[in-house]
């Protein structure tokens, strides 16, 4: 099917699959709440109602958000596979992730009395610091560029990263609530600092779709990009300002989360191609119901137990890396 067409098709469900999505992981969950309760609560809310408390409260902030979290990490990692021209590249890969939570750490040592809106500002810069952190060593590195080479670098970089927190936390006797900032948390959603990070996640939103085009030329090689007359290192300056506003909001949310940004852009570029103008909608779209549904999935698999998101895209994440270094090898996109 021609890949305008399949584009037309993702948009036009998108509605009905993300209210579906929704619809299905407010009624699903340690109590199972039957629709007519959740539209008793939608449209008739009662204070004295302990499942209407329970949908506007945990239920709907759960869902919005990890609604905007799959859609912030999927355009993310479409964003960096294709300024890299890497298609390994990912916010969990590249380091974004642990230098957003290592920044966080350092916050709750120095000014533990923070509030959340300066904890998503302080993860903005994490987000920054871990990016150039990566790619600044992939600079000095031969051949650092490299798919395989620069997963190798992001995976060390965020390891030590993650053991420096970790270090921190054991000193400072800060453990307990470091591990609500590094352990995936979707269950523990805070519905006002989900009202705060929206305006971030629509800003980086826009800003991917604004340079849409240039990253398709810039995909398809710099000396393309710069016969069309761009400013290659502007385009990849703002891609990556897009990716620390939206990493830097979704671990600042719900901590970190793994393999999203990897996954979501490869299924999307084989539905629509690539031409990002196409490409990061669409990512958008797939990835805020893909992490839906692997919530729902998380809560289902050992009902009435939760498991941990991070297994979930985990079993999904691993074995999908890995069948990428296989059948694509070592070698920088063409």
Not at 41 to 47: E, I, M, P, R, T
Not at 195 to 210: E, R, W
Not at 304 to 331: A, N, Q
Request: contains cysteine; charged residues 10%; aromatic residues 10%.
């Amino acid at each position: 099917m021609h890949a305008k067409r399949i584009t037309r098709i993702i948009i036009i469900a998108a509605p009905f699959a993300v209210i579906l999505s929704i619809f299905l992981s407010v009624c699903f969950g340690a109590k199972q709440l039957h629709w007519e309760t959740v539209f008793s609560a939608l449209f008739h809310f009662d204070q004295g109602n302990t499942d209407h408390q329970i949908i506007w409260h945990s239920r709907l902030p759960r869902a919005a958000g990890a609604l905007l979290i799959g859609a912030a990490l999927a355009v993310s990692g479409a964003l960096m596979q294709g300024i890299t021209r890497n298609y390994l590249a990912s916010p969990s890969i590249m380091g974004v992730s642990d230098g957003s939570a290592f920044i966080i750490t350092l916050l709750m040592v120095l000014i533990p009395q923070s509030s959340a809106l300066e904890m998503m500002g302080y993860s903005f810069i994490g987000s920054a610091v871990g990016a150039g952190l990566v790619f600044g060593l992939a600079a000095v590195i031969p051949n650092g560029f490299m798919p395989v080479q620069l997963a190798i670098i992001g995976t060390v970089t965020s390891m030590l990263l993650s053991s420096l927190s970790a270090a921190m936390s054991i000193y400072f006797q800060i453990s307990q609530d470091l591990s609500f900032w590094y352990s995936a948390r979707l269950h523990q959603m805070n519905p006002e600092l989900l009202t705060y990070a929206v305006p971030f996640f629509v800003l980086g939103i826009i800003l991917a779709l604004s340079l849409s085009g240039k990253v398709t030329a810039l995909s398809l090689g710099e000396d393309i990009s710069e016969s069309l007359g761009q400013k290659k290192r502007a385009v990849k300056l703002t891609a990556m300002a897009a990716v620390v506003l939206l990493t830097g909001s979704s671990v600042a949310l719900a901590g970190k989360i793994a393999f999203v940004g990897l996954i979501v852009p490869h299924i999307t570029r084989f539905l629509v191609g690539s031409d990002y103008s196409r490409l990061i909608p669409c990512s958008c779209i797939i990835g805020g119901v893909f992490l839906i549904l692997a919530d729902l999935a998380s809560r289902l698999i050992n009902y009435p137990f939760e498991t941990p998101i991070e297994v979930v895209t985990s079993i999904i994440g691993v074995p999908f890396f890995l069948y990428l270094i296989k059948r694509k090898g070592g070698e920088q996109r063409a």
